[in-house]
């Protein structure tokens, strides 16, 4: 008889997968005083850090969990938290994909653009199993995640390859589109690397599209943690596409259900 995997998920109830956003500071002072206005931040001096609090401004926001589920255990729960490197970075570690959207969306309104701005993350494109947490804990720092020099950012490879050959076939337009098509194709089949950059634009109307790239890499992840290997993101699209041909053609006899995963919250 096997037992069943149990997904690690965070105390707000999405999958733990750690995030990290990277700010450019160009004010420190000015970011530490729009910190130190929030009732929901707390700077902590033993990790010299300000912890981002599920309290006071940042209640109304909506997870997988509400705050009015929350255990008095478990309150004051940290959504994350931020750390600065030198003058000039500001680094906000998270611990879920929808934390790390509504962390950037709230701070957005709350840091002046001329102060500092997000200009990409980092993410741990898998799930974990209860069994991987040593002491049922999670990883105290996200440090050995992101703090490497090799972590690809595979849509700045995509431009980089585009620009090559676009320049490689500068005189013969059929060709450069074949092989821009042929890039592509292979690009979109790739399987994301486990440690991910991504690009953050500076202007929020541009930034629409990260839910759905996160929410893919989440599925992308959910997939292989079930043990489907195979599973990319372009399989997600296919079936996007397929479920609204389905809806066009006909209504399906009976609601499909999915099955429960075993979930179980470690931490915060």
């Keep these: 008889m096997t037992t069943q995997k149990q997904l690690v998920s965070v105390k707000t109830g999405e999958p733990y997968q750690p995030v990290r956003i990277y700010y450019q500071v160009f004010k420190k002072k000015t970011v530490l005083g729009a910190l130190q206005k929030l009732k929901c931040i707390e700077y902590e001096p033993r990790s010299d850090r300000w912890n981002w609090l599920y309290e006071a401004e940042a209640k109304k926001l909506h997870f997988t ?18 750390t600065f490197r030198g003058e000039d970075q500001m680094l906000f570690d998270l611990r879920s994909g929808q934390r790390a959207l509504a962390g950037l969306d709230f701070f957005d309104k709350r840091f002046n653009r001329y102060a500092a701005n997000p200009t990409h993350l980092r993410i741990v494109n898998r799930l974990f199993s209860v069994d991987e947490m040593p002491n049922r804990e999670i990883h105290p720092s996200l440090d050995p995640f992101f703090d490497r020099d090799d972590v690809p950012c595979l849509a700045r490879e995509m431009e980089e390859a585009i620009d090559r050959i676009e320049q490689e076939y500068a005189n013969d337009p059929e060709q450069r589109q074949q092989a821009i098509n042929e890039y592509m194709d292979q690009h979109l089949e790739r399987s994301h690397p486990e440690i991910e950059e991504i690009m953050i634009h500076p202007e929020k109307i541009e930034r629409l599209s990260l839910p759905m790239v996160l929410q893919m890499r989440q599925v992308e992840a959910y997939e292989h943690w079930r043990g489907n290997f195979t599973f990319r993101s372009t399989d997600l699209i296919k079936q996007w596409v397929e479920s609204l041909s389905d809806e066009w053609v ?5 609601e499909l259900v999915e099955p429960e995963e075993v979930e179980e919250n470690i931490s915060s």
């Design 250 to 254: 006909e209504e399906p006899d009976d």
């Design 65 to 82: 969990r509400s705050y009015n589920t929350l255990t008095p255990a478990d309150k004051p729960l940290i959504l994350g938290y931020f």
